[in-house]
């Protein structure tokens, strides 16, 4: 008897993802609330920044756990998982309101060619990486691998091996996400023409799918909400659920990418005589 192991293909389900898709429903909505009247509250200044690195810190680590919700793992509340998450966030973040958020604002003023598309480039890179890379350091923490040498092996290593289907799907589904947000002028449009930084903050900032008609309820709330708005939040809304049942799926496509060892299945070998 020998036992071989059979990797169970990812298919899209609507019911095995219905409870993630139900805490992430509620988490965006506490997100977006605390951003948005935060931002009204705070306006533009440092104080914003540093509070909205700490939310998406916040954020990060309710990622984390609709993660575990999806791949059916149980949610470790130690120093040794949360600290990574924590750190990675912060990380970006600060990279990208603390630096990348002046420069492009120099970067626009000088209006150069080759000083833009080494930024564009930049920003390009941190869109279709950052997070990739961030759920795979997610799926390491999920099955205990910690400590910082660790988990850059276990990245390097699904890197070269099994990233790249994880990759592509991500892309497609940013490219989907661009294509829609442009015809429904959502936080992710590129009507005007494609800004790097503008897409990155927004992935980092407020890409949970519920952000663009919260949003837009908030602002259209305070002039007075007409059959036309209504009829645009009903959209935006439908758009938030398709997004958000396409992502726990990619999200469950990973867990079985990366986590799952796939369903025991023997074998009966006979010699041949």
């Known amino acids: 008897m020998k036992q071989t192991f059979t990797k169970r293909k990812p298919s899209f389900s609507f019911k095995n993802i219905m409870a993630p898709m139900g805490w992430a429903i509620l988490l965006s909505f506490l997100y977006n609330l605390f951003y948005i009247y935060g931002t009204i509250f705070l306006g533009s200044s440092l104080l914003l920044i540093v509070y909205t690195i700490l939310l998406g810190m916040a954020s990060a680590v309710g990622l984390y756990w609709i993660c575990t919700k999806v791949w059916k793992v149980k949610f470790e509340r130690t120093k040794e998982v949360l600290l990574p998450i924590l750190v990675v966030e912060a990380a970006l973040l600060i990279i990208t309101l603390g630096v990348l958020s002046p420069l492009h604002s120099v970067v626009y003023a000088l209006d150069q060619w080759y000083v833009s598309i080494p930024y564009q480039v930049l920003c390009a890179l941190l869109i279709v990486l950052a997070q990739p890379l961030q759920l795979c350091m997610y799926s390491a923490l999920a099955q205990n691998v910690t400590g910082a040498k660790e988990i850059k092996d276990y990245i390097k290593d699904k890197f070269l091996h099994s990233f790249k289907s994880i990759w592509n799907q ?104």
């Open 170 to 273: 991500y892309c497609m589904i940013l490219l989907l996400v661009l294509f829609i947000d442009t015809l429904t002028r959502g936080i992710f449009s590129i009507g005007e023409g494609f800004d790097g930084y503008a897409i990155l903050s927004s992935i980092l900032v407020f890409g949970n799918p519920m952000f663009s008609w919260m949003f837009a309820f908030v602002m259209w709330a305070s002039a007075g909400l007409n059959t036309t708005m209504l009829m645009n939040l009903f959209v935006l809304f439908l758009t938030g659920l398709f997004y958000l049942v396409v992502e726990c799926n990619f999200l469950s496509k990973v867990g079985v990418t990366w986590i799952d060892h796939g369903t025991k299945k023997t074998k009966t070998h006979k010699k041949k005589k």
